[in-house]
């Protein structure tokens, strides 16, 4: 028996051992809670409709509003006029956008969810 052989292969065995047992006690952290992230992408993509729509109906955003938050209350905001649906309430997420009119002047339209 090659007495070289078995000490390597042991030895190698041990250290896949060492290394299972290694990566076996590492804590991997758990999902988080992204749910303000889906919140914030949602709203950076209404505003991004709208700009390119060009078609600023209150009624017709608030509808908008109501079908990507169905359980959600919030605002609408176009030069500073607010629509709100439903009721404030608690911690609000809120989302910005700019752009140019037919006018040529800077307009500001925003979206706020209550969460």
Not at 18 to 27: G, M, R
Not at 77 to 88: L, T
């Amino acid at each position: 028996m090659n007495e070289d052989g078995f000490h390597f292969t042991f030895e190698a065995a041990i250290t896949l051992l060492l290394a299972i047992s290694l990566v076996a006690a590492l804590h991997f952290p758990g999902p988080e809670n992204i749910d303000s992230l889906l919140i914030k992408q949602k709203q950076h993509d209404l505003l991004s409709v709208w700009i390119l729509a060009r078609n600023f109906n209150a009624e017709e955003m608030a509808g908008d509003f109501r079908f990507v938050f169905p359980q959600s209350q919030g605002f609408i905001e176009i030069d500073g006029e607010k629509v709100f649906i439903g009721e404030q309430s608690g911690e609000i997420s809120v989302e910005t956008a700019a752009f140019v009119g037919e006018d040529l002047k800077l307009r500001e339209i925003a979206v706020g969810v209550y969460r």
